[in-house]
């Protein structure tokens, strides 16, 4: 069977792909594009470099110098974004250096690798339009160069950029669920993908003439809650900012039921996922909303553009805000908090840096480990946390117990761990669902 205008089974399902593969790839190459325009500025406004040994990493691996880290910092930045913007026939620069050698030799010889990363998005658009390509293995093999552009640019390199602004990931033991929350401070729950757009708020909520503003109204202070993936990235890099961020809550779905605890006072929201699901809630409940990046504006929120360049003015504004939002709605709302759902031990700030240290330098200690059969294999249950296959989260969590009962060690990110960790399986103690032999290994550390 064909459609009306002939186009085949394959054409249509390849063009579907496309098309939603193509959207994907935009959204995480917005988030690198804003990343890397955040560290520009940064480096520009001489603000300080939280993670200097990653910004040696990172300017070694590019080839790129400077006469201070100011300049290293402005000129990585210049090095990402020239690449983003190239057009589609000219190749990207960085990806050499980001991939691993074989494969981007392979790469190379397929043609897949990818030109200015928004210029593929771009015609990737055009090609799957009404009545333009038909022929399925062009669109499928645009697919991969998305692929490829996508991960090395919209997630390595977001988390590079990120630990030379933020600070680099240290291996601790931190709170999560819901009780990281704290009643008694002014909550900002935060929710999106670009940690890089907090820099200066999450400074400054600790600063004293700010904690002073929060008890004049009568909080402790000032609290992120943080949801979703940046709630993550804090979580990752949250040995460096213990005073304002107290642990990750919940992922995508349980960010509602954050907010239906009646303890959160505001919502900045930068990127998926923010459901609109919170928008009633949010009502109901007086929580005042706040979007700083108009491509996840919510209907009720209020906007306000963040730059690097006005981040003090936007951080204003969420201070204002929340202190009023505090004030008229304490005392005519009820909090329920679950004080027991969670834990304080949940395992995170897991690098590539931070775990070769922990092996002490050397991958030889866990390659050893799997060449013995101790552990049997490491997968990645990564991404997003759906309600189909048995309700939220339990298709990852249920997959985790497996493959740990396995002897299979699994490395998770994005909502799927915010499930995983609030069940208690990134604990220690979650050594006991495993099979004996990575029980042992687990047991040993
Ligand atoms: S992992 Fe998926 S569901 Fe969670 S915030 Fe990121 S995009 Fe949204």
Same mark, same amino acid.
């Given at each position: 069977?064909?459609?009306?205008?002939?186009?085949?089974?394959?054409?249509?399902?390849?063009?579907?792909?496309?098309?939603?593969?193509?959207?994907?790839? +935009?959204?995480?190459?917005?988030?690198?594009?804003? &990343?890397?325009? =955040? !560290?520009?500025?940064?480096?520009?406004?001489?603000? %300080? /470099?939280?993670?200097?040994?990653?910004?040696?990493?990172?300017?070694?691996?590019?080839?790129?110098?400077?006469?201070?880290?100011?300049?290293?910092?402005?000129?990585?930045?210049?090095?990402?974004?020239?690449?983003?913007?190239?057009?589609?026939?000219?190749?990207?620069?960085?990806?050499?250096?980001?991939?691993?050698?074989?494969?981007?030799?392979?790469?190379?010889?397929?043609?897949?690798?990818?030109?200015?990363?928004?210029?593929?998005?771009?015609?990737?658009?055009?090609?799957?339009?009404?009545?333009?390509?038909?022929?399925?293995?062009?669109?499928?093999?645009?697919?991969?160069?998305? +692929?490829?552009?996508?991960?090395?640019?919209?997630? &390595?390199?977001? =988390? !590079?950029?990120?630990?030379?602004?933020l600070?680099? %990931? /240290?291996?601790?033991?931190?709170?999560?669920?819901?009780?990281?929350?704290?009643?008694?401070?002014?909550?900002?729950?935060i929710?999106g993908?670009q940690h890089s757009s907090f820099t200066d708020l999450q400074?400054?909520?600790?600063?004293?003439?700010?904690?002073?503003?929060?008890?004049?109204?009568?909080?402790?202070?000032?609290?992120f809650?943080?949801?979703?993936?940046v709630?993550?990235d804090l979580?990752?890099?949250?040995?460096?900012?213990?005073?304002?961020?107290?642990?990750?809550?919940?992922?995508?779905?349980?960010?509602?039921?954050?907010?239906?605890?009646?303890?959160?006072?505001?919502?900045v929201?930068e990127?998926?996922?923010?459901?609109?699901?919170?928008?009633?809630?949010?009502?109901?409940?007086?929580?005042?909303?706040?979007?700083i990046?108009?491509?996840?504006?919510?209907?009720?929120?209020?906007?306000?553009?963040y730059?690097?360049?006005?981040g003090?003015?936007?951080s204003?504004?969420?201070?204002?805000?929340?202190?009023?939002?505090?004030?008229?709605?304490?005392?005519?709302?009820?909090?329920?908090?679950?004080?027991?759902?969670?834990?304080?031990?949940?395992?995170?700030?897991?690098?590539?840096?931070?775990?070769?240290?922990?092996?002490?330098?050397?991958?030889?200690?866990?390659?050893?480990?799997?060449?013995?059969?101790?552990?049997?294999?490491?997968?990645?249950?990564?991404?997003?946390?759906?309600?189909?296959?048995?309700?939220?989260?339990?298709?990852?969590?249920?997959?985790?117990?497996?493959?740990?009962?396995?002897?299979?060690?699994?490395?998770?990110?994005?909502?799927?761990?915010?499930?995983?960790?609030?069940?208690?399986?990134?604990?220690?103690?979650?050594?006991?669902?495993?099979?004996?032999?990575?029980?042992?290994?687990?047991?040993?550390?």
């Amino acid at each position: 069977p064909k459609g009306i205008c002939g186009a085949d089974a394959d054409t249509i399902v390849a063009r579907n792909l496309l098309r939603a593969v193509a959207a994907g790839s +935009g959204c995480y190459i917005h988030v690198i594009e804003n &990343t890397a325009r =955040n !560290l520009k500025a940064m480096g520009e406004a001489k603000a %300080p /470099v939280k993670g200097e040994r990653a910004l040696e990493r990172v300017a070694k691996l590019f080839g790129v110098d400077g006469v201070d880290n100011h300049e290293k910092a402005v000129n990585i930045a210049k090095a990402v974004l020239a690449d983003l913007y190239l057009p589609r026939d000219e190749t990207m620069k960085l990806t050499a250096k980001l991939a691993y050698a074989p494969r981007y030799a392979l790469w190379e010889k397929l043609g897949l690798l990818p030109g200015g990363a928004k210029s593929e998005v771009f015609d990737g658009v055009v090609k799957s339009s009404t009545n333009l390509n038909s022929d399925p293995v062009n669109m499928l093999f645009h697919c991969l160069t998305l +692929g490829i552009s996508t991960g090395l640019y919209g997630l &390595t390199m977001v =988390n !590079l950029l990120n630990d030379i602004m933020l600070g680099e %990931p /240290v291996i601790r033991a931190a709170a999560v669920g819901f009780k990281t929350i704290d009643p008694k401070y002014i909550n900002i729950m935060i929710t999106g993908h670009q940690h890089s757009s907090f820099t200066d708020l999450q400074e400054r909520l600790v600063r004293p003439d700010v904690r002073a503003r929060a008890r004049e109204a009568g909080a402790e202070g000032f609290r992120f809650v943080g949801c979703t993936c940046v709630g993550q990235d804090l979580q990752l890099r949250g040995e460096h900012y213990q005073e304002v961020f107290t642990g990750h809550a919940g992922n995508n779905f349980t960010s509602e039921a954050v907010l239906a605890t009646g303890a959160i006072d505001l919502v900045v929201s930068e990127f998926n996922c923010t459901l609109p699901g919170l928008e009633p809630i949010a009502d109901r409940l007086g929580v005042k909303m706040i979007c700083i990046d108009d491509v996840a504006k919510k209907a009720n929120a209020e906007y306000a553009p963040y730059s690097f360049v006005n981040g003090g003015e936007v951080s204003e504004k969420v201070i204002a805000s929340a202190l009023d939002a505090y004030r008229s709605r304490r005392g005519s709302v009820s909090i329920n908090v679950p004080a027991d759902h969670g834990n304080d031990d949940t395992i995170t700030g897991v690098s590539e840096v931070s775990l070769k240290e922990f092996l002490g330098g050397s991958w030889k200690p866990l390659v050893d480990l799997i060449a013995a059969g101790d552990v049997r294999g490491v997968v990645g249950v990564v991404g997003c946390s759906s309600m189909v296959s048995g309700g939220h989260d339990v298709l990852t969590v249920e997959l985790v117990r497996e493959l740990i009962k396995r002897d299979i060690i699994v490395l998770s990110a994005g909502c799927s761990s915010g499930g995983i960790e609030n069940v208690g399986l990134m604990r220690p103690s979650a050594a006991q669902f495993a099979g004996p032999r990575l029980r042992a290994v687990c047991e040993k550390l």
